[in-house]
Each structure stands twice: as C-alpha cells, then as structure tokens.
C-alpha cells in the first residue's frame, strides 16, 4: 500500500485508517517534533501530489480486503507524511472517499493554508478538522515549526477563525507544546487569548513522546501541563 497506513486504534479517534496525500515527505513545515524526521525540501506550492483515483482505488482494495476492520472503522483521516492541503485534489478526494465508506472523515492539519479561503472550502466537507496552532509568536513558530518564509502566522490565526465560522463539523485544535520552548507560562496567556477567537470545540494538548526530527526535544512534564490545561480552560485537555 503507497497511500493508506494503519488502521490504528487512539483513544482520541477510535478505529482510524489514515490516508497519505503525497508519497513522501511533503510539507511547508519542518517542525522540531515531527515524527517523520526532516523535511529534506519544505515546499509551499500546492498541487496534486498523489492522484486521487490512485488513492481511492487503494482504499477501495483495503476495504474489500479487510471486512471486518472496514465495518468496525470510525474515521478515514487525510493526513500522512506531511501536510495534506498542498495537495489540490483533497475536496475531491473528500467526496469520494464518503462515497466508498460510511466511515467518518477527518482531517488533520498544520493550519498553514487556511487564511485561503479556497483551501478552507476544500475542507468542509469533513466531519472532522483537527488543526495545529503551536504558537501566536512569530519568533517561537521559526523555532519550533520552522515555516516557508512565506507563511504568516497572524494568516494562520486569521484563518482558524475563518474556518470556525465556515465549517458545521467539530474542530479539535492540537498544540504540540515542547519544555522550554513553546510552554511559557506567559505565552501561553497570550496562545489562550487567540484560542479563545478561534473557538475550537476542543484543545488537544499534546507532547512529543516518540521519536523526532531533532534530538532533544523534550516533553512537558505532567505537573505543567495540567498547569497550562487550567488556563486554557474547560475546552482543553491532555492526551
Ligand atoms: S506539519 Fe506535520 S508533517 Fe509537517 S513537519 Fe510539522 S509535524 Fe511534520
């Protein structure tokens, strides 16, 4: 299989099959936490990096091969090695994956494209949008998602915002928090603040745990997350 990976069982998601939009490595970001290790090119020009018929003839073979896993699934998730919106074909490939599967659609975002409101369109008919917002601070986003020069965060927030308004399905925003680089009691006051506009249905905190791109990137221990839990309010949670 070149496009399909799992299917894995979360507690966040349930039976999830994942769906990769590009056969390698493909994103505008290169963070310091992510689990596929560098991004060799970060690249910002979206175009169909993985054909859609190829994708859904994939998982149209997965599904016919595996009955009883296909029966039991709860999400399909467009996500992969990289960011799933560069690829142009993702509206398209939205719809026909609900044509093949009764599954749930979810996709799972680095934010970077959604101040397009093309982009934004090209999602909405998922049920589920789990976006990424590490920070609302220009310097700490080049320390920790290391963006295409081209990518502005206040268009990121900007669009978060946007899409709140625009979409019906739920949005669970993600913050990958690293020790002593995005975990400021401070800055976190100030990420609350642009949460709070954003109005996700949830915010996922998370922490790297498994390998990543660089060495050293530490967790935040349990104590301080559930320190920055409190402040992000009742929406929050650790997972
Ligand atoms: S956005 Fe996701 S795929 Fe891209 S570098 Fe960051 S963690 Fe990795």
């Known amino acids: 299989m070149k496009y399909i990976y799992g299917p894995i069982k979360s507690r966040r998601l349930g039976l999830s099959l994942g769906l990769s939009l590009s056969l390698d490595k493909t994103c505008n970001l290169d963070c310091i936490y992510c689990q596929w290790g560098r991004t060799p090119i970060t690249v910002s020009e979206r175009k169909e990096y993985a054909r859609v018929d190829e994708i859904i003839s994939e998982l ?14 709860h999400f399909v998730t467009l996500s992969g090695m990289g960011e799933p919106t560069l690829n142009t074909s993702i509206e398209e490939l939205i719809k026909q994956v ?24 090209s999602i909405l008919g998922a049920d589920l949008i789990v976006p990424s917002l590490d920070t609302v601070d220009p310097e700490i986003f080049k320390q920790i998602d290391r963006p295409c020069t081209d990518i502005k965060l206040n268009e990121i927030i900007d669009g978060l915002a946007a899409l709140r308004k625009e979409f019906r399905g739920k949005i669970w925003l993600e913050v990958m928090l690293v020790s002593g680089v995005n975990d400021d009691i401070r800055h976190i006051e100030e990420l609350s603040k642009s949460i ?13 745990v498994r390998s990543t791109a660089e060495k050293n990137v530490l967790p935040v221990e349990k104590a301080k997350l559930v320190k920055i839990k409190n402040i992000l309010g009742d929406k929050a949670e650790i997972i």
């Not at 149209?60 to 699934?73: H, R, T």
């Open 196 to 208: 709070q506009r954003i109005n996700p249905d949830k915010i996922q905190l998370n922490s790297p």
């Open 98 to 121: 609900r044509k093949v599967t009764s599954a749930s659609i979810a996709v799972i975002t680095n934010s970077t494209l959604l101040g397009d409101s093309l982009v934004r369109k």
């Open 60 to 73: 149209k073979s997965w599904l016919q091969n595996n009955p009883y896993e296909a029966k039991e699934l």
